[in-house]
């Protein structure tokens, strides 16, 4: 036994230890694990995964992983342990293996500093009207949804907090108490509404067949609890309240000793996944994707158009203007542009200080950005179709007393329709799936309502086929569509 | 109506197509255009019906009258001088996506104004006089060449025309399929029309022609009657084309 120690340790000198993957999301914000100003990455979580490194003598590398990924990302083996603000509840019990918990959390309702309206989850479900938003897949979202309030979920908290000042899209967010402290706290112009509530524990994730890792884990979480560095890390971080001491209250988490107290009530109805359940969630999803594609198309259509015949016919000016508006809405991803018309126009109308708001609905900045991006398309296809008409159908015309005007109206415009139809039916049913772009700006359309639905039941095959089978249905009816409005539209080639 | 056209000049590029051409055609009379390819025939009847700016020279058909000007700035569909004239395209042009009669009134109901029972009245009756009232509700991709040759006239005549400008009108039909559109040619002749065309219909220029011009490199070559022109040319560049024409 004395001689096995310099051993080792002359193995670990010449061979270091494999790193322990970690997953977190650094978007989801302050203060977990984020990107400070100048771009390094900090957080709480960090400063405590450096505190169990020392204390496992292993390096632990950061894997950046979407957070309402975490749990089938774990279960798949991607990484060695999640560890991101989860919350230990029955459903997550049920299927990984939680360590000891490193600290208390409650959630706080957070309004704006002149909300006069409420200053309860209560009082807010009792107001017209009021939309609190939260995160995808937290502890918050589920006891709002429980509560039957309205909620539009966010990816990060800052997307929630930065919608809830400046752009005024929702009333209130409720989220975990350390991401109030670092966003709302510090900002003059959000307060906190009432005591943060809703008491639950954050854990680390394992796989519950790295029953191995999780004891060194917790051992060296009771560690991190009895030398009081756990304690200093939550200071730092304004963390530490009266709450916290109980984490070194043994009698918490004894061997059988899972906090079975905490959030059950939520845990019923979430058993049974049956078809029954998600279709109607689906189907709303699909109705929401059918009325993006629709407008956002039509949006397509009618800016289109002009844009190519400004292009063909306009002034210098004019023809110059168009190509720009093609070569920009072309060239530049519709993410980025949703994001941009989401969350920077606000941000624009706020910091110039116009009295206006800016702020758009998740449908009408989606409808917004793909029509303003497929009409950069629309306006191509129609100006090639104008083109390809054979110059001897303008001749014709003009030959026969016709203006140009009429004689594009009545002459070239409907043969170049024609022309334009496949492609734009093409476009369409692009766009039809392009709208699943839309869940950046809270939109829950198909996809996201498959994702959050997968995520949250881990049925992802057959939930998957289900939601592929609906966007099939609507995809392939719209392709036939189209070949019997090209046949219909073009008598002449009967 | 008489045609005017007093050196006309016209360039592409660098490349003269028409170098001082000066034509008359007296109303009623039959003109046929003959030379080898590029003299600039299609040219000259394209600048005649306003498709075309001419760079310098005048043209005068009754009282409407064209100038030179600027290609740059030149518009095709502001020429006054087709409410008398008719232009008949070798390739018929005819408008795809309506149906033969909605070819033939378009322009009398769109430009005229007439109401749709004039217009299909007038379409009717000039689908009579180029054999295919019968065809009225067919579409252009269901007819042969010739008749789509004579829709095209029909439609021309629809405008009520008192010239009629003929671009090789028969030169994409098959041989047996150019007499039908050469009759209604001859028919509108005999009625009095004004007739202008560029052809290689040799056979038709000696029977129905007034007159036969042989145009080479953009100018008038020689003219006169089509058996001056057509079997004893003073020129010997007329003798060697229509000798190749007739092989």
Same mark, same amino acid.
């Given at each position: 036994?004395?001689?096995?120690i310099?051993?080792?340790l002359l193995l670990?000198?010449?061979q270091p ?8 999301d650094?978007? #989801?914000?302050?203060?977990y ?5 100048k771009l390094?990455q ?8 450096n505190?169990l490194a ?10 950046? @992983?979407a957070?309402d ?7 798949k083996?991607d ?24 600290y208390i ?8 500093a ?7 989850l ?29 909620i ?5 908290s ?7 000042i400046s ?8 989220l975990?108490l350390?991401?109030a ?8 112009r ?13 854990a ?8 191995t ?16 560095k756990?304690r ?6 304004n ?11 043994g009698f918490?988490?004894e061997?059988e ?19 029954n ?8 999803g ?6 993006l594609?629709l ?10 158009l002009?844009l ?5 016919? #306009?002034t210098?000016w004019?023809?110059?203007?168009a ?14 542009l949703?994001?941009?018309l989401?969350?920077?126009l606000?941000?624009?109308?706020? /910091?110039? #200080? ?19 991006? @497929?009409?950069a @398309? ?10 390809s ?6 001749e014709?015309?003009a030959s026969? =007393? ?6 594009f ?19 369409l ?7 699943s772009?839309? /869940? ?6 198909l ?8 995520? /949250?039941?881990?049925?992802?095959v ?7 089978l609906? @966007?099939?249905?609507l ?13 219909k ?6 | ?5 007093r050196?006309?000049c ?8 028409l ?16 030379g ?9 009847l ?10 310098? #020279?005048t ?5 409407h ?10 518009s095709?569909f ?6 008398v ?10 408008f795809p996506?309506?149906?033969v009669l ?5 322009a009398p ?11 299909r ?8 006089k ?5 065809h ?5 991709s269901?007819? /042969?060449?010739g ?37 209604v ?6 009625? =009095? ?6 052809t290689?219909e ?16 953009g ?12 079997e004893?040319?003073e020129?010997s560049r ?10």
């Amino acid at each position: 036994m004395i001689l096995q120690i310099p051993l080792m340790l002359l193995l670990a000198l010449a061979q270091p230890p494999t790193p322990l993957i970690w997953a977190a999301d650094e978007e #989801g914000g302050a203060p977990y694990v984020y990107r400070d100003n100048k771009l390094g990455q900090v957080g709480f979580e960090l400063d405590i995964i450096n505190a169990l490194a020392e204390e496992l003598k292993r390096p632990i590398e950061f894997k950046q @992983y979407a957070f309402d990924s975490l749990i089938p990302g774990l279960l798949k083996g991607d990484f060695d342990f999640a560890m991101n603000g989860l919350e230990i509840n029955q459903e997550r019990l049920e299927k990984i293996r939680f360590s000891k918990p490193y600290y208390i959390y409650r959630q706080q309702l957070v309004t704006r500093a002149d909300e006069k309206r409420f200053n309860t989850l209560l009082g807010c479900k009792n107001t017209l009207g009021a939309i609190v938003g939260t995160m995808d897949g937290t502890q918050a979202e589920r006891l709002l949804n429980q509560a039957k309030i309205p909620i539009r979920t966010y990816s990060s908290s800052t997307e929630a907090y930065s919608d809830l000042i400046s752009a005024g899209r929702i009333d209130a967010v409720f989220l975990d108490l350390p991401m109030a402290i670092s966003y709302a706290l510090p900002n003059k112009r959000l307060q906190f509404a009432g005591k943060p509530t809703a008491r639950g524990f954050y854990a680390i994730g394992f796989h519950p067949k790295n029953e191995t890792l999780a004891k060194e884990v917790d051992a060296a979480i009771d560690a991190l609890k009895t030398n009081g560095k756990l304690r200093s890390i939550l200071v730092k971080w304004n963390l530490w309240d009266e709450c916290q001491e109980e984490l070194s209250q043994g009698f918490l988490f004894e061997e059988e000793g899972r906090p079975n107290s905490i959030t059950h009530s939520i845990l019923e109805e979430n058993q049974a996944w049956t078809i029954n359940r998600y279709l109607p969630l689906l189907l709303e999803g699909t109705l929401v994707t059918i009325q993006l594609t629709l407008c956002s198309f039509a949006l397509a259509l009618v800016l289109g158009l002009p844009l190519s015949l400004a292009r063909l016919y #306009g002034t210098p000016w004019l023809k110059s203007l168009a190509l720009l508006y093609v070569e920009f809405f072309r060239g530049i991803p519709v993410l980025l542009l949703l994001f941009f018309l989401y969350f920077g126009l606000p941000a624009i109308a706020e /910091s110039s #200080g116009l009295n206006i708001s800016l702020a758009l609905s998740p449908f009408i900045a989606a409808t917004l950005g793909l029509g303003l991006n @497929y009409a950069a @398309y629309e306006a191509e296809t129609f100006r090639a179709a104008i083109q390809s008409v054979p110059q001897g159908q303008w001749e014709a015309a003009a030959s026969l =007393g016709m203006g140009k005007t009429l004689t594009f109206r009545r002459i070239i415009f409907p043969q170049a329709m024609r022309i334009a139809l496949p492609t734009t039916t093409n476009d369409l049913v692009a766009l039809f799936k392009d709208t699943s772009i839309a /869940s950046v700006v809270a939109l829950v359309e198909l996809n996201k309502q498959y994702q959050i639905l997968a995520k /949250s039941s881990l049925k992802f095959v057959e939930l998957g086929l289900i939601t592929a089978l609906l @966007y099939l249905a609507l995809s392939v009816p719209l392709g036939r569509l189209a070949r019997v409005l090209e046949k219909k539209l073009a008598p002449e080639r009967r | 109506m008489n045609i005017k056209a007093r050196e006309i000049c016209k360039t592409f590029g660098k490349r003269p197509i028409l170098d001082g051409l000066t034509l008359e055609v007296q109303s009623g009379e039959t003109v046929v255009i003959i030379g080898p390819s590029g003299s600039g025939k299609s040219t000259f009847l394209r600048c005649l019906n306003g498709l075309q700016s001419i760079d310098s #020279g005048t043209i005068q058909v009754g009282d409407h009258k064209l100038e030179a000007s600027n290609e740059k700035r030149f518009s095709p569909f502001s020429s006054e001088i087709r409410k008398v004239q008719g232009m008949i395209f070798q390739d018929f042009n005819l408008f795809p996506h309506m149906s033969v009669l909605g070819n033939v009134t378009e322009a009398p109901a769109r430009v005229l104004k007439h109401n749709q029972a004039e217009a299909r009245n007038l379409g009717l009756e000039l689908l009579k006089k180029v054999g295919l009232e019968s065809h009225a509700n067919h579409y252009p991709s269901q007819l /042969s060449g010739g008749q789509k040759q004579r829709v095209a006239i029909a439609r021309a005549l629809a405008m009520k025309p008192k010239v009629l400008l003929c671009d090789e009108v028969t030169s994409s039909l098959d041989p047996e399929l150019k007499h039908e559109v050469l009759d209604v040619l001859e028919k509108l002749k005999n009625e =009095g029309m004004t007739l202008l065309m560029v052809t290689h219909e040799i056979g038709f220029a000696k029977k129905a022609a007034d007159k036969v011009v042989f145009l080479a490199e953009g100018k008038v070559v020689e003219e006169g009657p089509p058996q001056q022109i057509l079997e004893s040319p003073e020129n010997s560049r007329i003798r060697t084309f229509i000798s190749k024409l007739m092989s």
